[in-house]
């Protein structure tokens, strides 16, 4: 393998491991939820808007110096305004994830040692935070060097799935819409191709190779939708209308307890990878950015999801639902408006890529109409 080829595998990297996480293991419930046929719509449309919009965001790491994240890129073009609802967006978008990923990941570590330790579900949740918390205390060393062989062990783990459960995917359980719960699927889709923030680390892998940066978005944007789709279809052949949000759950009368608690723990892994990369987007952001001090972005990072937590909120499918239409439909009118003022900036000479007015129209449409559908 050339050092080029093995640089662009090494840029998608990020790419893929913030975008797996929980929005894999909920989009089988919302697609058997609306309908499999509506479900793939809304993971065909979500697929495009995120490449475009990532590729948006790649022209903004591109044109700009420094090591800004999110916000801070966003800032230096369209001023305090636009920098505000950055700062909105990115914090309410990572702190739904947080929420998220803690009661998946509470949900896989109670089926996986819950027969050893019979302990209550939320206590197994509270378990799963800490731990995780811990991890992106400790920094990002463990993520960077182990993400290339959790991304392997997704293919695996699929790929086994798939081999056990190919004779029991029913035919009947694909069904083109379910007559309601259409928009169900937009918001999670969305949630599950969203990672804005790998953008900026993406440049930094590739760095002398940066021309790279939009081919690595395309092609790992496509790879985990794929990987997606092909999730949804075996898990909604085989569970049908009975899938549950959690997705594995549902798969334990088909499969046995054994297979499913090998893929809870697969899936363990996969979201507590999730939760440490998103706890440390916003950590980093908190450090570059707004120039905080170590354990006071740490604080800032975990403490709001703890609260939310021991609030009470539990819904899975309307954290992610509400996450992914809301707070990332409002990163990605961001992206949009700062993409049209780098257009108009005066070192803006020649950039990678360029999409018309028109498509920013679109998109600003898609978002707005996504996020009012969070809030039905």
């Excluded at 081999?163 to 029913?170: D, E, G, K, S, T």
């Excluded at 819409?177 to 440049?203: D, I, K, N, Q, Y």
């Excluded at 354990?295 to 703890?306: C, H, K, Q, R």
Aim: with cysteine; proline share 3%.
């Amino acid at each position: 393998m050339t050092e080029k080829k093995r640089l662009f595998l090494a840029g998608i990297r990020p790419l893929v491991g913030q975008m797996v996480g929980a929005g894999l293991f909920s989009l089988p419930f919302v697609f058997s939820q609306a309908g499999f046929g509506v479900g793939l719509i809304a993971l065909g449309v979500s697929a495009i808007v995120s490449i475009i919009t990532l590729l948006m965001f790649a022209d903004l790491a591109l044109a700009l110096k420094g090591h800004h994240r999110f916000v801070g890129l966003i800032h230096e073009l369209t001023g305090p305004v636009g920098g505000f609802f950055a700062t909105i967006s990115l914090f309410g978008g990572v702190y739904g994830s947080l929420v998220a990923y803690t009661l998946i990941g509470g949900s896989f570590a109670y089926a996986v040692f819950s027969p050893l330790l019979p302990l209550q579900l939320v206590v197994y949740r509270l378990l799963f935070f800490i731990s995780s918390a811990i991890l992106v205390a400790g920094g990002s060393l463990a993520v960077a060097r182990y993400q290339k062989y959790l991304i392997c062990l997704y293919v695996i783990g699929i790929a086994l799935l798939a081999i056990f459960a190919a004779p029991h995917i029913a035919i009947e359980h694909f069904v083109m819409a379910t007559g309601h719960s259409w928009f169900l699927p937009f918001g999670v889709t969305l949630f599950s191709l969203t990672a804005f923030s790998a953008v900026p680390e993406m440049r930094d892998i590739l760095d002398k190779q940066k021309s790279l940066l939009p081919r690595a978005v395309v092609v790992g944007t496509a790879l985990v939708a794929v990987l997606y789709a092909v999730f949804a279809f075996i898990v909604v052949g085989v569970t049908g209308l009975s899938t549950s949000p959690e997705t594995l759950h549902g798969l334990s009368d088909s499969l046995g307890l054994g297979f499913v608690a090998l893929a809870s723990a697969i899936g363990l892994c996969t979201v507590m990878t999730a939760f440490i990369s998103q706890g440390l987007v916003l950590q980093n952001t908190l450090l570059y950015d707004y120039r905080l001090r170590y354990f006071t972005s740490l604080a800032v990072v975990l403490g709001i999801p703890i609260f939310l937590l021991l609030l009470g909120v539990h819904d899975i499918t309307r954290v992610i639902s509400l996450t992914g239409g809301l707070f990332v439909g409002l990163m990605g009118l961001c992206i949009v408006v700062a993409y049209e003022a780098l257009r108009r900036h005066a070192r803006t000479t020649k950039r990678s890529l360029y999409f018309p007015r028109w498509v920013s129209f679109a998109l600003i449409i898609i978002f707005a109409a996504n996020m009012a559908f969070a809030l039905v």
